[in-house]
């Protein structure tokens, strides 16, 4: 005898397939995302940063919940691979999406911007940190935002920014940071720049004298003996020879010649002392800004 299929199994048996299929190809999204993840952490901790970075990316072409979290990882590895360019691109790319204002990733977008030497972007961002936050990261921006300003040799506002970090201080151990920050302001801005061109000019008028501004003084005075020495020899063959006297052309081309080599020499020395000394200028400064918490 022959049975009969009710009908009501049957779109039992129809609907638990389509719910197996569904399920079976949601698990392989699931288990890709996890992972990608642990790959992530592998790489990571074998300082594989960029690599590491662009795995992530994978998961970020879906606008998810876990979309912040995600983006704020990979710029950070990209900073740490020494591609902030890359850290910016992905953080504004995620900052323009709608009605996505997180401070934590305009900081490190900030962040990025240092790393490029952009101080000017750097302070503006993080400006608008400190002043839409009121946790502990607009601390951290207004001081941060006064580093930049210090790199720029912006003195009066890195001081406004230092003194908008110290109303938000809620620490000891801040407030003794502050002030440390502070001397480490003061003292830099006191520190003279020295320039090419003045050293040059102070050379083209009295040779050795630009060496003497640049600090160098016994190559200043020996600069002026030499020149004097062989302008004068110069001199005493002209008017001892007149026109034609070999003695004093010689010594007349050698004193043109080191003239010249001195304004130039001049110009160079203070453009060393002056990276010398913003090279010096910039570590302390990041030494400081570091101890008090800055990135």
Request: proline residues 3%; charged residues 20%.
């Given at each position: 005898?022959n049975?009969?299929?009710?009908p009501?199994f049957?779109?039992?048996m129809?609907i ?12 392989p999204?699931?288990?890709s995302e996890d992972?990608?993840?642990?790959f ?7 300082g594989?940063?960029r ?8 998961l970020?072409v ?5 979309s ?5 990882r990979a710029g ?8 902030p ?11 323009t999406s709608p009605?996505?204002?997180?401070m934590q990733l305009r900081?490190l977008l900030a962040h990025a911007l240092y ?12 400006g608008t940190v400190?002043?839409?936050d009121?946790?502990q990261?607009?601390y951290?921006a207004s ?14 506002d890195?001081?406004s920014?230092?003194q ?7 620490t000891?151990?801040q407030?003794?940071?502050?002030g440390a920050l502070r001397?480490?302001?003061?003292e830099s801005?006191g520190?003279?720049?020295k ?10 008028i ?8 640049t600090g160098?003084?016994?190559d200043g ?14 001199y005493?063959g ?5 026109s ?6 010689v010594?007349?081309c050698?004193?043109?010649?080191l ?5 130039y020499?001049?110009a160079?020395?203070?453009s060393i ?5 913003t090279r010096?200028l910039?570590?302390?400064?990041r030494t ?8």
């Amino acid at each position: 005898m022959n049975s009969v299929v009710s009908p009501l199994f049957v779109a039992r048996m129809i609907i638990t397939m389509v719910c197996a299929v569904f399920s079976a190809a949601a698990q392989p999204s699931v288990m890709s995302e996890d992972r990608v993840i642990g790959f992530v952490d592998y790489l990571e901790q074998l300082g594989e940063y960029r690599r590491a970075a662009n795995e992530l990316q994978r998961l970020l072409v879906n606008d998810g919940p876990a979309s912040d979290t995600l983006t704020l990882r990979a710029g950070s590895l990209f900073i740490r691979a020494d591609a902030p360019e890359l850290a910016e691109l992905i953080l504004r790319r995620r900052l323009t999406s709608p009605a996505q204002s997180s401070m934590q990733l305009r900081y490190l977008l900030a962040h990025a911007l240092y790393r490029q030497r952009r101080y000017s972007d750097a302070a503006m961002e993080l400006g608008t940190v400190a002043v839409a936050d009121s946790s502990q990261l607009s601390y951290s921006a207004s001081l941060f935002s006064s580093l930049c300003r210090a790199e720029q040799r912006s003195w009066s506002d890195a001081r406004s920014d230092l003194q908008r970090a110290g109303m938000l201080a809620v620490t000891d151990e801040q407030r003794t940071a502050i002030g440390a920050l502070r001397t480490v302001i003061d003292e830099s801005s006191g520190i003279p720049q020295k320039s090419p061109f003045v050293a040059g000019l102070l050379s083209g008028i009295v040779p050795g004298l630009g060496k003497v501004y640049t600090g160098h003084t016994v190559d200043g005075v020996l600069s002026f003996l030499t020149i004097a020495g062989f302008g004068y020899a110069a001199y005493d063959g002209f008017a001892t020879d007149g026109s034609s006297s070999v003695r004093g052309w010689v010594f007349g081309c050698l004193a043109s010649g080191l003239y010249l080599g001195n304004i130039y020499g001049s110009a160079l020395s203070a453009s060393i002392v002056r990276d010398e000394a913003t090279r010096q200028l910039q570590m302390r400064l990041r030494t400081a800004f570091s101890i008090a918490g800055v990135p």
